[in-house]
C-alpha cells in the first residue's frame, strides 16, 4: 500500500510539475481576435476536439454536437431541467398510444432562403433513420408523414417515453428536402435553420461561423463566431487571460481555481449527467471474463483519480448509469475494494499478467486518470499501457472495436436514451464501445422506454441498473461538473446538466 500511495503522490506532483512550466510559456494559437469585453460583436471560443462532422447525421460526438447546435435546429430542444421543449414546433398532440401530431412553426428558414415545411422534416427524419450512429434516436418512428405543409403525424412501434428526448438530438436535425434529394455533403456544405450559418473550416485550427440575420427567433447578437481547437487545456487558459479568446469550452480543471481568481474572467460551474467511464471490450480475451472485469472496478481508487485527473472537480461514480436520473442506483456496484479485488482476480481463473490492456485517450484529463488506474492495476497484477490518440480515430477505432480499453463518457438528458446509447445491442458499432450483447438487458431497456408511467418506468430502470452493475460491463470514473470560462464582459452565458449554451442568447456588454 506504501508503494501505491508513494506511486500516486509521485504522478499529482509530475502534473503539477507539468502544468507549472506550461504556464510558464505562452503558446501561440494563432487567434488575435479576442474582445477584452470592447463591446464588439464577435467572439472566439476555445475547444479542445475538433469535430468529426459538420454534418448532424454521421456522427454522435459531444464535439459535433456543439457545432451542429449553432447550425441545425430540431423540432424539439432541451430546457434548463433537460425537459424536452419545442424548437421548430410550436404545439403538438399525442393523439394515441402510437400517433402524435407536431404543428410546424411558420416563417422558418433555412440558410439557403427556402422556408422549413413538414416535407422537410419527413425527408430529414426518414433520411436519419438510414444513419448507424444516430439512428438509436429514432429506431421507434415507424413512419413520418406530411398531413398538410405545416403539420407532421408520426407513427410510433409502441408507446414511446423517449420519443420527444429523442427529436431534441442533434441526429434528428431538420435540412432542407432539396438538399437532400439533391446529395448534399452536409460536412462540407452544411445548411440548416440554426441561429449561425457556416463560413469556414481550417482543419486542426478553426472553425468560422456568422450570424444568420433571418433566424426565426432574431438575430442572435454576436454576428460573428470563431471557434478555435485549441487540444492542451493549459493553452486554452493562457489564450484566454491573454484575451486571444473570449470563452473556453472544456475548462482544465488543474487551472479552475487560478481563472476564478482572475476577475476579468468569470467561472461557471454546472453539475452534469455526463458520466466517464473505463470502457472495456467485452469481446476481447480476459475482458469477456465477468470476474475480471469486476476486479479492474475494485482496484481503481476513484478518489484518488478525481484529485489527480480532475484537480478535485467530479463526483467518483460507482453505478454503471449516471447518478440523479430515473432508476440509478449503486445497488450492486463495487466500490474501492483491493483485497475484492484480488478475490475476484482469484475467481476469474486467469493469470492477471495474461490480461491485454491499452487504455486509448483523446486528451490530457483522460490521460492523467488512464495514470492511475495504471498504477492501481499494478497492485493486482494487470499490466496496462497507455496510448493517446486524436478524437477522431479515437471514435472510429473504439467504434470498430478495434480496441481493449479506453477512457471515454456519454452525456444523455434521460435514463433510456443513456441506456439505448451505451449498453444496447443495437448500438454496437456506434456508441454501445463495450460491445455489451445481452438479450435479457436489451429486453429491459425496450421495456423500460414502452412504459409512459414515470412511476413504473423508474422500476424497470432500476432493475437494469442493478443487473448492469452486476454484469459489469465497464467501470464507472466519475461524474463531470461542468466547466466554462468567458471573460467576464460577457451575459447570457448559461447552461444545462446537459451541457448545452444557448449561443444566440449571449452578447457583449453595453
Known amino acids: 500500500m506504501t508503494n501505491r500511495k508513494t506511486r500516486l503522490l509521485s504522478l499529482l ?6 502544468l507549472a512550466l506550461l504556464s510558464g510559456c505562452s503558446k501561440d494559437t494563432g487567434s488575435s481576435s479576442g474582445n477584452g469585453g470592447e463591446g464588439k460583436d464577435s467572439l472566439v ?5 475538433e469535430t468529426p462532422s459538420m454534418g448532424p447525421y454521421d456522427h454522435n460526438a459531444v464535439a459535433g454536437d456543439y457545432m451542429n447546435q449553432l447550425v441545425y435546429s430540431s423540432l424539439f430542444e432541451t430546457d434548463a431541467d433537460l425537459n424536452p421543449v419545442p424548437e421548430l414546433v410550436d404545439t403538438y398532440e399525442n393523439t394515441s398510444d402510437t400517433e402524435w401530431l407536431f404543428h ?18 419527413v425527408a430529414s427524419i426518414t433520411y436519419a433513420k438510414t444513419c448507424p450512429e444516430v439512428n438509436l434516436y429514432n429506431g421507434s418512428i415507424l413512419t413520418v408523414e406530411a398531413v398538410d405543409e405545416y403539420t407532421v403525424k408520426m407513427t410510433t412501434d409502441g408507446p414511446s417515453a423517449t420519443l420527444l428526448y429523442d427529436l431534441c438530438h442533434h441526429g434528428n436535425s431538420i435540412v432542407p428536402k432539396e438538399l437532400l434529394d439533391n446529395g448534399n455533403d452536409f460536412n462540407e456544405n452544411p445548411i440548416g435553420s440554426g441561429p449561425y450559418k457556416f463560413v469556414e473550416w481550417k482543419r486542426g485550427d478553426s472553425i468560422q461561423f456568422e450570424a444568420f440575420e433571418d433566424f426565426y427567433e432574431g438575430a442572435p447578437s454576436i454576428k460573428s ?7 492542451e487545456g493549459s493553452s486554452r487558459t493562457i489564450a484566454l487571460e491573454a484575451g486571444e479568446v473570449d470563452m473556453i469550452i472544456e475548462v482544465e480543471a488543474m487551472d479552475a481555481e487560478r481563472i476564478e481568481s482572475n476577475s476579468d474572467l468569470t467561472l461557471l460551474k454546472h453539475d452534469s449527467t455526463a458520466i466517464n467511464w473505463l470502457m472495456l471490450n467485452n469481446e476481447k480475451p480476459g475482458l469477456d471474463n465477468q470476474n475480471v472485469r469486476h476486479a479492474i472496478n475494485s482496484a481503481i481508487n476513484r478518489d484518488d483519480l478525481v484529485t489527480v485527473a480532475m484537480n478535485g472537480m467530479a463526483t467518483p461514480a460507482y453505478s454503471s448509469t449516471p447518478l440523479g436520473m430515473l432508476g440509478s442506483t449503486d445497488e450492486g456496484a463495487d466500490t474501492f475494494d483491493v483485497k475484492k479485488a484480488q478475490e475476484y482476480m482469484d475467481a476469474s481463473g486467469m493469470d492477471p499478467a495474461s490480461v491485454e490492456m491499452s487504455i486509448i485517450c483523446s486528451n490530457d484529463t483522460k490521460k492523467r486518470a488512464a495514470e492511475v488506474i495504471q498504477s492501481n492495476l499494478s497492485e493486482i497484477g494487470i499490466n496496462c499501457e497507455i496510448e493517446s490518440m486524436d478524437l477522431a ?7 470498430e472495436g478495434n480496441f ?9 438528458s434521460d435514463m433510456v436514451s443513456y441506456l439505448v446509447g451505451v449498453y444496447h445491442s443495437k448500438s454496437i458499432g456506434a456508441s454501445n464501445k463495450t460491445r455489451l450483447n445481452n438479450p435479457e438487458i436489451d429486453a429491459l431497456i425496450d421495456e423500460a422506454a414502452a412504459t409512459v408511467d414515470s412511476a413504473a418506468r423508474e ?14 460491463p465497464q467501470v464507472s ?3 463531470d461538473l461542468y466547466l466554462r470560462a468567458y471573460n467576464a464582459n460577457l451575459e447570457g452565458v448559461d447552461i444545462n446538466a446537459g451541457g448545452n449554451i444557448r449561443f444566440q442568447d449571449i452578447s457583449w456588454k453595453a
Not at 471560443?45 to 476536439?49: C, G, H, P, R
Request: aromatic share 8%.
Open 393 to 399: 480515430t479515437y471514435l472510429s477505432t473504439t467504434a
Open 225 to 231: 463566431m470563431t471557434w478555435k481547437i485549441i487540444p
Open 45 to 49: 471560443v476555445a475547444t479542445m476536439s
Open 459 to 472: 422500476v424497470v430502470l432500476k432493475e437494469v441498473t442493478v443487473q448492469l452493475n452486476e454484469l459489469c
Open 404 to 412: 481493449t480499453a479506453s477512457i471515454g463518457g456519454y452525456s444523455s
Open 13 to 18: 506532483l509530475a502534473s503539477v510539475m507539468t
Open 104 to 121: 410546424l412553426k411558420q416563417g422558418v428558414k433555412f440558410h439557403d432562403g427556402s422556408d422549413l415545411t413538414s416535407e422537410d422534416v
Open 477 to 479: 470514473l466519475y461524474q
